[in-house]
């Protein structure tokens, strides 16, 4: 048996779409007999910004604790959902919930020899773009392989 | 699904491809795509019929050249290959042919290089409408960006891989 790829990079936001990325990634690993390693990447905008992007200056920094806390939670729970997938194909499955901004984190997880599992699209939806921002950048910055699954391809 | 256009680019993925379809147990499919634009458009149209006919000839004999290749490639690595020669707008033809269960593997670069710095046209339409899963190569070596382009006086773009 040979190894092409070192591991399987899954990048996941938690939402349904991502997950078709997932999974056909856990299923290309099962193939090639090689590790997984998930991965959830909490945005600092995510509970620093409001919506229109300004800092929350009005949040305590309790507040933003809580609100950090509530996406580890959130995190967590998405790669026990992942992780229970992979044991139930026994496929080795190692999770990650790292802070930062998620294509970057993603892209240094990756060594070169490694293959990326991702749906082109994720937690901001189908919507009008062809291909979702995080996948795009990933594939523009990434030394590995990126396998782009069609989030869309049911239609 | 390998589709090249026979650059030193495109094979990185075509590689990587068959591999990966030796592995997998699949098989492969080679797709060249003698592009229309190269014999159709622009200043072409000023061309009489036989120069152009005489261009689309070319374009299909290197096609034939190219498949050739990679078919002693496979039989080399024991793959089962099937080669495809098309004609018109790769990324339409490659799309055309690629289902929803297949798996594309693509150079990010191909004939028209390290031109379109981050990914090749021709990859990054396909990637956009294909329903197939992509799988995307870096057929570039990178560079180290210099810190500050001011004080190193140059812009680097990255290199061909020798």
């Given at each position: 048996m040979m190894y092409m790829y070192g591991k399987v990079i899954l990048p996941t936001?938690?939402?349904?779409?991502s997950f078709k990325g997932v999974t056909e990634g856990l299923k290309f690993a099962k193939k090639m007999d090689i590790p997984a390693v998930a991965v959830y990447?909490?945005?600092?905008?995510?509970?620093?910004?409001?919506?229109?992007?300004?800092?929350?200056?009005?949040?305590?920094?309790?507040?933003?604790?809580?609100?950090?806390?509530?996406?580890?939670?959130?995190?967590?729970?998405?790669l026990?959902k992942v992780k229970e997938e992979a044991d139930k194909m026994g496929v080795s499955l190692e999770g990650n919930?790292?802070?930062?901004?998620?294509?970057?984190?993603i892209?240094?997880l990756a060594d070169k020899g490694d293959i990326i599992y991702m749906s082109?699209?994720?937690?901001?939806?189908?919507?009008?773009?062809?291909?979702?921002?995080?996948?795009?950048?990933?594939?523009?910055?990434s030394?590995a392989t990126v396998a782009v699954v069609?989030?869309?391809?049911?239609? | 699904?390998?589709?090249?256009?026979?650059?030193?680019?495109?094979?990185?993925?075509?590689?990587e491809g068959?591999r990966a379809a030796k592995i997998l147990e699949i098989?492969?499919?080679?797709?060249?795509?003698?592009?229309?634009?190269?014999?159709?458009?622009?200043?072409?149209?000023?061309?009489?019929?036989?120069?152009?006919?005489?261009?689309?000839?070319?374009?299909?004999?290197?096609?034939?050249?190219?498949?050739?290749?990679?078919?002693?490639?496979?039989?080399?690595?024991?793959?089962?290959?099937?080669?495809?020669?098309?004609?018109?707008?790769?990324?339409?033809?490659?799309?055309?042919?690629?289902?929803?269960d297949?798996i594309?593997y693509?150079?990010?670069?191909?004939?028209?290089?390290?031109?379109?710095?981050?990914?090749?046209?021709?990859?990054?339409?396909?990637?956009?409408?294909?329903?197939?899963t992509?799988a995307?190569?870096?057929?570039?070596?990178?560079?180290?960006?210099?810190?500050?382009?001011?004080?190193?006086?140059?812009?680097?773009?990255?290199?061909?891989?020798?």
């Amino acid at each position: 048996m040979m190894y092409m790829y070192g591991k399987v990079i899954l990048p996941t936001d938690g939402s349904e779409l991502s997950f078709k990325g997932v999974t056909e990634g856990l299923k290309f690993a099962k193939k090639m007999d090689i590790p997984a390693v998930a991965v959830y990447v909490i945005k600092p905008s995510s509970y620093s910004y409001s919506f229109s992007g300004h800092e929350m200056g009005g949040l305590e920094v309790t507040d933003k604790e809580f609100l950090r806390e509530g996406f580890r939670k959130q995190a967590k729970k998405v790669l026990k959902k992942v992780k229970e997938e992979a044991d139930k194909m026994g496929v080795s499955l190692e999770g990650n919930v790292i802070e930062g901004i998620p294509y970057d984190e993603i892209t240094k997880l990756a060594d070169k020899g490694d293959i990326i599992y991702m749906s082109s699209h994720g937690r901001s939806g189908l919507s009008s773009v062809l291909l979702g921002s995080t996948t795009d950048r990933v594939i523009k910055n990434s030394r590995a392989t990126v396998a782009v699954v069609k989030a869309n391809n049911n239609g | 699904m390998l589709p090249t256009d026979g650059s030193k680019f495109s094979f990185v993925g075509l590689d990587e491809g068959l591999r990966a379809a030796k592995i997998l147990e699949i098989p492969a499919v080679a797709v060249y795509v003698v592009s229309h634009s190269k014999y159709s458009h622009g200043f072409m149209d000023y061309m009489d019929i036989s120069s152009k006919e005489m261009i689309r000839d070319m374009g299909i004999k290197e096609g034939e050249d190219v498949l050739e290749r990679v078919e002693k490639r496979a039989k080399k690595l024991g793959i089962e290959l099937e080669t495809r020669l098309m004609e018109g707008t790769p990324f339409e033809e490659i799309v055309k042919i690629a289902d929803k269960d297949d798996i594309i593997y693509m150079s990010s670069h191909g004939h028209s290089g390290i031109s379109s710095f981050f990914m090749g046209s021709t990859t990054d339409r396909v990637l956009k409408h294909t329903k197939a899963t992509v799988a995307v190569v870096k057929a570039v070596k990178q560079v180290e960006q210099p810190k500050d382009l001011h004080t190193s006086g140059r812009v680097m773009y990255p290199c061909m891989e020798k």
